[in-house]
């Protein structure tokens, strides 16, 4: 059985979504295949008893390239901007006001006098820094240039938050600087509905475009000669197609191009080195502290936020919250890093376990598909749209293209998967 297409984009997340919209709306013939029951990916949302599970911590950055793409496809966002009050900073166990702004970072009880004139200096050089030159460089190298062990710990921390990494010795420094100033300089929202609404949202554009979506298919390999030539299904079905874009990580793509014979996705996918976090998402029917909505370790990479302080996330009076150690379990028993997480949460909100509706513990949660390495030149140095060695053969994710991290890198990608592919079908008919 065979069914014919423009474009076949395999992975129904937020950059296959894009990209089939981007796609379509250039008059494409475009058929997603998805191979859960449902589409969305990581972006999905699990509604229950009122309370919106995202899949561990979610922000948008609203200064990002996935807000720039949104806009262009009239996807709809909507949520609230967390601003930092009510937040600590948590070193040695104890917890001192979180260094957010002016009036926090002068009485706050982190630092001393003389480190918070340093940690001015250096968050208010941030929005001036091109870390462009720094995409080779460690973000280690970089921190190792503050005077301060707590302010370096204070500017590792925030680079945590922003990159949702813990890695300085292989994450490039230009790469978390561009992130760190992003969030600085606009900050993120926390989605009301959750990130369901992204995917809800780019469904429609590309169903009334004229995406045609198929749910529960799985594709297992790229049908190929000299150029690919379509995708072939689990159940048998071909699906014809003069390009095809894969959007799952890179060792999806290399499975799927390996059927077809060599080609460098197979590298890409090697030197991919994941990035991972725990997370214990917890509901509670009510927050017993509910000025205090957020908190950041500095000397071990622990988070917790309750996002629904400012986004529409749980019911009337209810809280949602998010506990997170950056580098998943790095070794650790699943047991221990859950009862590190929960004793955060004990300082943060004591007494919250007497209000939970549901708690769940995801220990090895994927936050992207490879990090931004210095050896590798950071984001610039990130592959694709185009597979070099496969023409018709194209990648999407958060692991592909120079623009952005997380969602950023994912839709920005899908972008440029997009018009590299409108680009090459143009090239073909100039030649015909």
């Not at 200096?121 to 707590?150: C, E, K, M, N, V």
């Not at 592909?400 to 994912?410: K, N, T």
């Amino acid at each position: 059985m065979e069914r014919k297409a423009d474009v076949v984009v395999v992975g129904g997340g937020l950059a296959g979504l894009a990209a089939s919209a981007y796609l379509a709306r250039a008059g494409g013939q475009v058929v997603l295949v998805e191979k859960a029951a449902a589409i969305g990916g990581r972006a999905r949302t699990q509604s229950e008893g009122g309370f919106q599970f995202n899949l561990g911590a979610h922000a948008l950055y609203r200064a990002g390239a996935g807000m720039a793409v949104l806009r262009e496809l009239g996807v709809a966002v909507a949520g609230g901007r967390p601003t930092g009050e009510g937040g600590y900073a948590v070193r040695g166990g104890a917890m001192h006001t979180l260094p957010a702004g002016f009036v926090s970072l002068l009485t706050t009880g982190l630092l001393r006098a003389g480190e918070k004139m340093e940690a001015a200096r250096l968050f208010a050089a941030l929005g001036r820094t091109d870390g462009d030159h720094l995409q080779d460089a460690p973000l280690a190298a970089w921190l190792a240039r503050i005077h301060s062990p707590t302010v370096r710990q204070l500017m590792e921390a925030t680079a945590r938050v922003a990159t949702y990494t813990n890695d300085p010795e292989r994450m490039s420094a230009g790469s978390a600087l561009a992130q760190m100033r992003r969030a600085l300089a606009s900050g993120v929202l926390y989605l009301h509905g959750g990130w369901q609404t992204l995917v809800d949202g780019l469904r429609r554009a590309a169903e009334e475009a004229g995406v045609r979506i198929l749910e529960r298919r799985h594709a297992i390999a790229i049908e190929r000669d000299m150029v690919v030539r379509g995708v072939r299904l689990d159940d048998g079905e071909t699906l014809a197609a003069g390009a095809v874009l894969v959007t799952g990580g890179p060792d999806v793509a290399a499975t799927l191009a390996a059927t077809a014979g060599s080609t460098v996705v197979s590298t890409w996918a090697a030197q991919a080195r994941p990035v991972r976090v725990a997370c214990l998402d917890v509901a509670l029917r009510r927050l017993p502290r509910p000025r205090a909505t957020f908190a950041l370790g500095i000397d071990e990479p622990l988070y917790v936020s309750v996002h629904s302080a400012v986004a529409r996330l749980a019911p009337e009076g209810g809280a949602l919250v998010h506990v997170m150690r950056y580098g998943g379990l790095a070794g650790d028993a699943p047991e221990t890093v859950e009862r590190q997480l929960a004793g955060l949460l004990d300082a943060l909100q004591p007494g919250w376990r007497d209000g939970v509706v549901r708690q769940r513990f995801l220990p090895d949660l994927l936050v992207s598909h490879a990090l931004p390495e210095a050896a590798r030149g950071g984001t610039r140095g990130r592959p694709g749209p185009r597979v070099p060695d496969l023409p018709g053969l194209y990648v999407a994710g958060d692991w592909v293209g120079p623009e952005g991290m997380l969602a950023d890198a994912s839709l920005a990608s899908a972008r440029a998967a997009a018009a590299a592919i409108l680009a090459g079908a143009a090239r073909a008919t100039s030649a015909a």
